[in-house]
């Protein structure tokens, strides 16, 4: 049997109905006998090319899937640089601020009048660090990298099962 435009719309509404279709389905669509339907299904294997279909189907979805983490994760760390580069001239400028009130305070052109301004200065600096450290761990993050090691760090439950060992062992 050759496969027709019509066997293969036949089978494209088939495939169609998911889960649930029937040859029955296709039968009362196409106004045809059940019998034809199945003969159809069996001599174009239907069944093999549901299951074809499917895989592509999954395999191109997978695949956009895929693309579209790419491009936000590359969106992300273009942010994230961007900001990390804006923190970086955020701190030049309070670095030369801090060394140029330094100056100015050393040859008494200017008084210190409070500490407190001295001190504001310095925790916009601190502040600016810590969020460098944060931009950085979630950049490492979405390389798929550890933002930080775990290696010999003993928990409390392995301190209680180390002395529970030992106090069964003395016993």
């Known amino acids: 049997m050759v496969e027709t435009k019509r066997h293969g719309d036949a089978f494209d509404y088939y495939y169609s109905l998911g889960e649930g279709r029937s040859c029955q389905q296709v039968a009362i669509k196409l106004s045809v006998s059940r019998t ?24 191109r979805v997978e695949e956009k899937t895929n693309n579209a983490i790419a491009n936000t994760k590359a969106d992300y760390r273009a942010l994230i640089k961007e900001r990390l580069a804006e923190d970086v001239a955020l ?8 060394g140029k009130a330094k100056e ?9 009048v409070s500490v407190r301004d001295f001190v504001e200065v310095a925790k916009v600096h601190q502040g600016s660090t810590a969020k460098k450290i944060d931009l950085m761990k979630a950049d490492l993050l979405l390389m798929g990298e550890a933002d930080s090691r775990v290696e010999g760090n003993v928990t409390l439950i392995d301190v209680l099962r180390a002395g529970r060992k030992e106090k069964e062992g003395a016993e």
Do not use: C, H, P, T
């Open 36 to 59: 034809s339907v199945q003969k159809w299904k069996k001599a174009f294997n239907w069944d093999e090319r549901v299951i074809q279909r499917d895989l592509e189907i999954n395999k």
């Open 91 to 98: 701190d030049g400028y309070s670095v030369a601020l801090i």
């Open 104 to 112: 100015l305070i050393e040859s008494g052109e200017m008084k210190l």
